[in-house]
């Protein structure tokens, strides 16, 4: 069993930063691959970012360039850099990991970017 809290939104202006974290606990050793997801207002859930447990990673068109997604394996955390913010990018923010079959999902983290 795997456990994901996330941290790190907020209210940003547009041209904004914000760093999510994704703090893992539990049976992370199967973990393959790592990312995040978004849920924009009345809309599906999409890739933003993942990374693969040999650190490749991949980028929704939308934020490359913009965003980027990494990993510190001594802290068992995840990041999502977000620079250059715009307003489409406000959404409840999830982390998900995935190994041995199985979706893990964290609670999400709202981020608004608004002026």
């Known amino acids: 069993q795997v456990h994901l809290v996330e941290s790190g939104g907020g209210l940003v202006q547009p041209g904004g930063s914000l760093r999510l974290s994704c703090a893992a606990s539990g049976s992370i050793f199967n973990i393959n691959l790592m990312g995040w997801y978004r849920q924009p207002p009345q809309k599906q859930r999409e890739l933003v970012a993942s990374i693969t447990r040999g650190g490749i990673t991949n980028y929704a068109d939308s934020v490359k360039g913009r965003f980027t997604i990494s990993r510190d394996n001594t802290k068992n955390t995840m990041y999502l850099q977000m620079n250059s913010l715009k307003p489409e990018d406000t959404a409840v923010y999830y982390c998900?990991?995935?190994?041995?079959?199985?979706?893990?999902w964290g609670q999400g983290t709202q981020v608004t970017v608004s002026s």
């Open positions: 998900h990991f995935w190994g041995a079959g199985i979706d893990y």
